[in-house]
């Protein structure tokens, strides 16, 4: 029997496609950046069917992309140009299966949708705080295989450490059941933490049990105007110190970032008459009540522009203008794209190291024509976008892309950092891993990858460079 007719026996015909007008959104991703071919799309409903689909692919020597809603920014959802690889799509396995509200545990399919996930745990009066802008398409499974980060990673961490337990179809179609919830488990390897961020290059994850935290019933959030990068890092500290654990987000934006985004996105306004080469956005949230945080960052502040760490500051008056500060900051990747040729970085630092790093990049500007730097980031993780913009139609582009970008990471791993901070290594960073891995590392990676999947079917030319 042909693979296609085995799917099909398992998942309904309906769910293995096969013609190229239908493939088409699955075999390029949302930026236009990456495509390729498949040989067909398979849509199983549950774990079972997606243990039996592996195991098919894995009979016929078929080699599998796992997919969720393929928002990720490094190719790691699109398969390679050989036509011969089978896409296997999470879009059905979206069950919540149970929320746990003593536990504050939410239990849920990996093709769950960021968003639904959401409203699930306000519906319980928690919070699943992982706030990425692609809310409404990315699925949970997507989000643990890139080990997600997005603003609120400053207070609750990453999607590392919202993932309790997890269920992974592996590599010859057995069924990695670890959901469990629990917060001390240490009996023995924590064998789910391979998978959160391996980019479906070791298994397919279908359910997982995700940390829930209390909603918070109050939240702040200012726009300020900054004299320098080290300024912001002062800042960062001073309201630590002022704020404690409420400090959620801390989104560090260079002038000409914002300035762009004023210019490209109709209906947005400039957040200060002020001028300044900095500005942070910031966030405070707490389960007391609203006014005593309000109190609490208008003092935080305005110490801070005594101390002369920031040079002006507005505080959001309702929602609605909290809502116009956070439209600044999700419109950058929009923004960007409409000003020229974009070549975004993904880096990370020691959060000492930031201002250095930016102060190295910087010098980039001067040295090739027509390049652009606007900078974005998230200050209290160290993770700062350095986004390189040439014009559009400026030649010999893509050599000067790879050039900007190799000292970009170059620059970080010079300094300690990473180059794939939150986005994952997907296609794009595969061949760049050893500026910031060292050889044993890049060999416990290889060895792990032959242990879990020997045939090498699992996204193949994802994430570990060939040895
Ligand atoms: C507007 C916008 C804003 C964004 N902001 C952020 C941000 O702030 N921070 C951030 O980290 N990212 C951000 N992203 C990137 C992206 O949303 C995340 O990487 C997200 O986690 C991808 O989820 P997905 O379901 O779309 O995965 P996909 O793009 O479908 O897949 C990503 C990778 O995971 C693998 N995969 C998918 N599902 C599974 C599964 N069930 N089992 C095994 N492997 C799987 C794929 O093979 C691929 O390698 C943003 C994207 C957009 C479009």
Redesign the pocket.
């Known amino acids: 029997m042909s693979l296609e007719a085995e799917l099909a026996a398992i998942v309904g015909t309906a769910n293995v496609i096969t013609e190229a007008e239908a493939l088409r959104p699955a075999v390029s991703?949302?930026?236009g950046r990456y495509s390729g071919r498949a040989r067909c799309l398979v849509r199983p409903a549950a774990t079972a069917e997606v243990a039996r689909v592996v195991a098919a692919c894995a009979r016929h020597g078929a080699a599998m992309?796992?997919?969720?809603?393929?928002?990720?920014?490094?190719?790691?959802?699109i398969p390679d140009a050989g036509g011969r690889e089978v896409i296997?799509s999470?879009a059905r396995?979206n069950r919540i299966r149970g929320l746990d509200a003593a536990n504050n545990t939410i239990a849920v399919e990996?093709?769950c949708i960021?968003a639904e996930v959401n409203r699930a745990a306000e519906a319980a009066g928690r919070l699943f705080p992982m706030?990425?802008?692609?809310e409404g398409?990315?699925?949970?499974?997507?989000?643990?295989?890139?080990?997600?980060?997005?603003?609120r990673v400053l207070r609750w961490g990453?999607?590392r450490e919202l993932v309790l337990g997890l269920e992974?179809v592996l590599a010859d179609g057995r069924v990695l059941d670890a959901m469990r919830g629990l917060r001390k488990d240490n009996a023995g390897y924590d064998l789910k933490q391979m998978?959160i961020g391996?980019?479906?290059?070791l298994?397919?994850?279908?359910g997982a049990v995700l940390k829930l935290v209390p909603r918070p019933a109050a939240s702040a959030t200012a726009f300020v105007a900054l004299e320098s990068c080290e300024a912001a890092l002062g800042l960062i500290d001073h309201l630590r110190g002022a704020l404690g654990d409420r400090l959620s987000a801390f989104e560090l934006i260079s002038a000409p970032q914002l300035e762009a985004v004023l210019a490209q996105i109709p209906g947005t306004r400039r957040p200060l008459a002020t001028t300044a080469p900095w500005w942070v956005l910031l966030e405070a949230a707490d389960s007391g009540a609203q006014q005593v945080l309000d109190d609490a960052l208008e003092q935080g502040l305005m110490q801070a522009l005594d101390a002369g760490l920031a040079r002006d500051a507005s505080v959001a008056r309702s929602g609605r203008e909290a809502q116009e500060f956070w439209r600044l900051r999700?419109s950058v990747?929009e923004a960007n794209v409409k000003t020229g040729r974009v070549i975004s970085h993904?880096t990370s630092v020691p959060v000492s190291r930031v201002p250095e790093f930016i102060a190295r990049c910087s010098g980039l500007a001067g040295r090739f024509d027509g390049l652009r730097l606007h900078v974005v980031g998230?200050l209290g993780d160290g993770n700062v976008h350095m986004v390189a913009i040439f014009p559009p139609g400026q030649p010999g582009l893509d050599a000067l892309a790879r050039e900007v970008s190799r000292e970009v990471h170059e620059i970080a791993a010079g300094l300690g950092g990473s180059i794939a901070a939150?986005?994952?290594v997907?296609q794009s960073l595969r061949d760049q891993l050893a500026i910031c891995r060292s050889p044993v590392e890049l060999d416990l990676m290889r060895g792990l990858k032959r242990l879990l999947d020997p045939q090498g079917l699992m996204?193949p030319g994802?994430?570990v460079p060939a040895g």
């Not at 992309?65 to 959802?77: D, E």
């Not at 398409?137 to 603003?151: D, E, M, P, R, V």
């Not at 298994?203 to 279908?206: L, M, P, S």
């Open positions: 991703d949302w930026r992309v796992p997919q969720g809603g393929n928002t990720g920014v490094c190719g790691g959802a296997v999470l396995m990996a093709g960021l706030d990425l802008g692609s398409s990315c699925q949970i499974g997507g989000t643990i295989s890139t080990n997600a980060g997005g603003t990453n999607m992974v998978f391996a980019e479906g290059t298994g397919i994850v279908t999700h990747s993904d998230h939150e986005h994952g997907g996204n994802k994430v």
